[in-house]
């Protein structure tokens, strides 16, 4: 069994106001982002299944066009390959973020 403190987990600055660390197993990832208010991660997508809970503050989500207000307790669901961004209104923000399968991307950029 692994254990992890989250607090510990190697930091990554993904964006101007955005922190993530990260833990994966083969098949998926949790992400644990932080987002100052007024951050933005642009819009992107990729090929990921993810699903975003938000933990703390809110956050705008916009999923194909789709615009939701996220708050505490809430999650969004994103398929594979949909363009999606998301904003931060109230903040600080956290949101755990899962991926299927793992972003190799995510795991290289903490690795250099």
Same mark, same amino acid.
């Given at each position: 069994m692994? *254990? ?6 190697p @930091? ?6 955005i922190t993530?660390?990260q833990?994966? $197993?083969?098949n998926?990832?949790?992400t644990?982002v932080?987002l100052?208010e007024g951050a933005?991660?642009p819009?992107h ?5 993810q &699903?975003?809970?938000v &933990?703390?503050?809110?956050l705008f989500?916009?999923?194909e066009?789709?615009?939701r207000?996220?708050k505490?307790?809430?999650?969004? $669901? ?8 998301v904003?931060?209104?109230s903040?600080p923000?956290v949101? *755990?973020? @899962?991926?299927?399968?793992?972003r190799?991307?995510y795991?290289?950029?903490l690795e250099?």
């Amino acid at each position: 069994m692994n *254990y992890n403190v989250i607090s510990e987990l190697p @930091c990554r600055e993904m964006a101007p106001g955005i922190t993530m660390r990260q833990v994966h $197993l083969k098949n998926v990832m949790v992400t644990f982002v932080e987002l100052e208010e007024g951050a933005v991660v642009p819009p992107h997508s990729h090929e990921h299944e993810q &699903i975003s809970i938000v &933990i703390s503050g809110t956050l705008f989500f916009n999923v194909e066009g789709k615009e939701r207000m996220v708050k505490s307790g809430e999650a969004v $669901l994103i398929p594979s390959g949909a363009e999606h961004s998301v904003s931060a209104i109230s903040g600080p923000a956290v949101a *755990y973020d @899962c991926f299927s399968p793992v972003r190799k991307d995510y795991i290289r950029a903490l690795e250099s």
